[in-house]
């Protein structure tokens, strides 16, 4: 896959909402406070890398880090691109950790329940720490999924009709160490990477090998 001009600057909400919405299987927005990357290609925007403190307040308590140290990976969302997703996410990272240089460590998570097993990390180096605690997701009647953490709370009356609550599979989850010291201090919990989801279930990616987290692209100008 030949490279093209990348771009790596911050991006707008209503960037960041369009890119979700039309490039990634989720089609949503996640909640929370966010740090939206923006990525370019020859001058055209292509898509966004977000980052937040994830589902847990508590995403740095196990490798002994704050609120401040540690970030989730939440969203890769791009439509079609030439430079590979493992090189356009360590270019948002560097740029995320040049802007905040107290991140240590970057946690993100390849959702088995989508057929993916985390490729892009795997191609990235990220070390592997095994699979989440399993989290019951709420069937839409189209077949789509929700997490349950978007209909907690007030939320609750949003739950669209008919939809149902499933039991879900764990998450793979992977780990960025942006330091010597907490790479040393992660390397014991490191283990073996799983192996490729099914070909029927995961997206063919160039060196990444595996399911990228953009969903089905769509030939949609970005705005």
Known sequence: MSKADLHIDWATHKAAKYACENWHYSGCVPVGKLVKVGV???????????????????????????QDECVELVRIA??????????????SIKFLQKANPKIRLIV??????????????QAGNWLYSGIGT?????????????????????????????ALWSASTGKHRYLMPLDKAMKDQIQS????????ATKANSEDHSESGGA????????????
């Open 78 to 91: 791009l439509t079609s691109h030439k430079n590979a997703v493992s090189r356009i996410s360590a270019l």
């Open 40 to 66: 370019w290609e020859n001058g055209k925007f292509i898509g966004v890398v977000l980052f937040g403190r994830g589902a847990s307040p508590q995403l740095g308590k196990p490798y002994g880090l704050g």
């Open 189 to 196: 919990i490191s283990k073996p990477y799983p192996k490729r």
């Open 134 to 162: 399993a989290k019951p997701r709420l069937v839409l009647t189209d077949g789509t999924t929700r997490h349950n953490r978007l209909y907690q709370g007030k939320n609750k009356q949003a739950i669209p009709k008919g």
């Open 108 to 121: 993100s998570f390849a959702d088995s329940l989508q057929g993916h097993h985390g490729g892009i990390y």
């Open 212 to 223: 990228v987290p953009t969903g089905t692209l769509q030939s949609k100008e970005a705005v």
